[in-house]
C-alpha cells in the first residue's frame, strides 16, 4: 500500500499569500492518479485538482497542481479567506487508494 | 443534478449490527465506482473500499477487509457500508464518493456523511 506524507502538518498564511503543500508517495504513483481535495469544517471534501495537475470543475485559477513519481505540489497562488482549510492529496494504485493525513492552511 | 444521498445519523451499541446507504441520482448509476471513505473525530480521510454497482466487482483496503461489508443494490441505485458487530473504534463519519469517469482517478461527486456513534 501507498503511503502519502503531506508537509507541512500546519501552514499559517495570511490573504495574499502563496501557499505551497507537498505531497510525498512512498512509492512512485501514477500522475493521473493522484488527486488533490479540500475539507472545510463540517463539510464533505471537494475535489481541486485530478490528475496531479488538471483543475475540477469551477476551480480557481489560483489553485495549480505540479509533480511526478513521489514528489506532488499544490500551490495556491494568492490566498483568499475561503481557501482556509485542509487539504488532502490521494491516490488509486492496484485497485486500493490512499490519502495524506492532510494540511491545515490557517490564518496567520 | 448529480447527488448522493447519504442515510441518516446512527448511535449504536457495541457487537449492535448496521448498514448505511449512498443513493445516487442524476446520473447511470450502475457505470460508476462508489466508494466509501472513514473520517474519525478530528482525523483525517481513510480509504475504505470501492464498489462497481455494474456488476458489483468491489475492493477494500487491507485495512478494512473483513471489518466491514459493501454491497450495492443497482435496481435502487444504493451502495452499502455494513457492520456485524461494531466498536467504539468505529464511531466516526462515513462518506460515499463517485469515482468520475475518464483517465484520472478522481472523486467528483461526495455524499454529505453519515454519522455512526457507537457507545455503550
Known amino acids: 500500500e501507498i503511503v502519502l506524507t503531506q508537509s507541512p502538518d500546519t501552514l499559517s498564511l495570511s490573504p495574499g499569500e502563496r501557499a505551497t503543500l507537498s505531497c510525498r508517495a512512498s512509492?512512485?504513483?501514477?500522475?493521473?492518479?493522484l488527486a488533490w481535495y479540500q475539507q472545510k469544517p463540517g463539510q464533505a471534501p471537494r475535489l481541486l485538482i485530478a490528475?496531479?495537475?488538471s483543475r475540477a470543475t469551477g476551480i480557481p485559477d489560483r489553485f495549480s497542481g505540479s509533480g511526478s513519481g513521489s514528489d506532488f505540489t499544490l500551490t495556491i497562488s494568492r490566498l483568499e479567506p475561503e481557501d482556509f482549510a485542509v487539504y488532502y492529496c490521494?491516490?488509486?494504485?492496484?485497485?486500493?487508494?490512499?490519502f495524506g493525513q492532510g494540511t491545515k492552511l490557517e490564518i496567520k | 443534478e448529480v447527488q448522493l444521498v447519504q442515510s441518516g445519523a446512527e448511535v449504536k451499541k457495541p457487537g449492535e449490527s448496521l448498514k448505511i446507504s449512498c443513493k445516487g441520482s442524476?446520473?447511470?448509476?450502475?457505470?460508476?465506482?462508489i466508494a466509501w471513505v472513514r473520517q474519525m473525530p478530528g482525523k483525517g480521510l481513510e480509504w475504505m473500499g470501492i464498489?462497481?454497482?455494474?456488476?458489483?466487482?468491489?475492493r477494500y483496503s487491507p485495512s478494512f477487509q473483513g471489518q466491514v461489508t459493501i454491497s450495492a443494490d443497482k435496481s435502487i441505485s444504493t451502495a452499502y457500508l455494513q457492520w456485524n458487530n461494531l466498536e467504539a473504534s468505529d464511531t466516526a463519519m462515513y462518506y460515499c464518493?463517485?469515482?468520475?469517469?475518464?483517465?484520472?482517478?478522481?472523486?467528483?461527486?461526495w455524499g454529505k456523511g453519515t454519522t455512526v456513534t457507537v457507545s455503550s
Open positions: 464518493a463517485r469515482r468520475g469517469s475518464g483517465n484520472y482517478f478522481l472523486l467528483d461527486v
Open positions: 442524476g446520473y447511470s448509476f450502475i457505470n460508476y465506482w
Open positions: 464498489i462497481y454497482p455494474g456488476n458489483s466487482d468491489t
Open positions: 512509492q512512485s504513483v501514477t500522475s493521473n492518479y
Open positions: 490528475g496531479a495537475s
Open positions: 490521494q491516490q488509486y494504485s492496484a485497485w486500493t487508494g490512499t
